[in-house]
């Protein structure tokens, strides 16, 4: 079956560095996104994974290992705005772009 | 360009009454897509569409319909509302292919409207 796991809640203070998980197993594989979602607002779009590795964009990196069916998203230098929820998302195939998302991470960060 | 928007931002309903969710882009994407989030579950596919005249049931189909008769617009129609729809809906819109590639998705992100609130009573 489909399965996408990650934490509920993480907390976390101001300049700190933050990791979140994300665990899939879903029938195929075609890359794995992460989204940022701010309470009451839309999700946008933060990083995207296809091979092995670690992608970096500023404050914020993401990894994937797709042996391990693994993910991570790593937040650098926290600011207070990135309290959000953090949404991973997997795009099974190459026929289509539906995403299987994630039930998302809420992140708190305090000063 | 206005992106992917949504109408109405907020609506209610009573139970057993019909209607339409609007969705438009103006980003010339062939794929759209409906989701309903719901608290502690996450984001969940009603239904998607690749492309004019195409579309297919996501996870959870039961109780909408949704047609595309044009590039831009994808409306999402409740037949007769009841009190488990009352959720936030978002439409996304991305390429299906990697504009001037041979056919490669890339990482074509979803775009999302700002979404609607429906409460069913």
């Known amino acids: 079956g489909q399965n996408i796991d990650q934490p509920t809640e993480m907390t976390a203070t101001e300049g700190a560095i933050v990791q979140i998980n994300c665990t899939y197993q879903t029938s195929g594989f075609n890359g794995l996104f992460w989204y940022q979602q701010h309470a009451g607002e839309a999700p946008t779009f933060l990083s995207y994974?296809?091979?092995?590795g670690l992608e970096e964009k500023g404050r914020f990196s993401s990894f994937l290992s797709r042996s391990k069916g693994y993910s991570y998203l790593l937040l650098k230098e926290l600011q207070m705005k990135d309290s959000a929820s953090y949404l991973c998302a997997v795009r099974e195939n190459q026929a289509g772009t539906a995403l299987i998302f994630g039930k998302g991470t809420t992140l708190s960060v305090s000063s | 360009n206005a992106g992917v928007t949504q109408t109405p931002k907020f609506q209610v309903l009573k139970t057993g009454q019909s209607m339409t969710l609007q969705c438009a882009q103006d980003m010339n994407h062939e794929y759209m897509s409906w989701y309903r989030q719901d608290p502690g579950m996450g984001l969940r596919l009603i239904h998607y569409?690749?492309?004019?005249?195409?579309?297919d049931q996501g996870e959870v189909p039961n109780g909408y319909n949704v047609s595309r008769s044009t590039t831009e617009d994808f409306p999402l129609r409740l037949l007769s509302a009841a009190p488990s729809q009352t959720s936030v809906y978002f439409c996304?819109?991305?390429?299906?292919?990697?504009?001037?590639?041979?056919?490669?998705?890339?990482?074509?992100?979803?775009?999302f409207g700002p979404g609607t609130r429906l409460t069913v009573l």
């Open positions: 569409s690749v492309g004019a005249g195409i579309t």
């Open positions: 994974n296809v091979l092995d």
């Open positions: 996304a819109s991305s390429y299906s292919r990697t504009p001037g590639t041979s056919g490669s998705i890339g990482h074509n992100e979803q775009f």
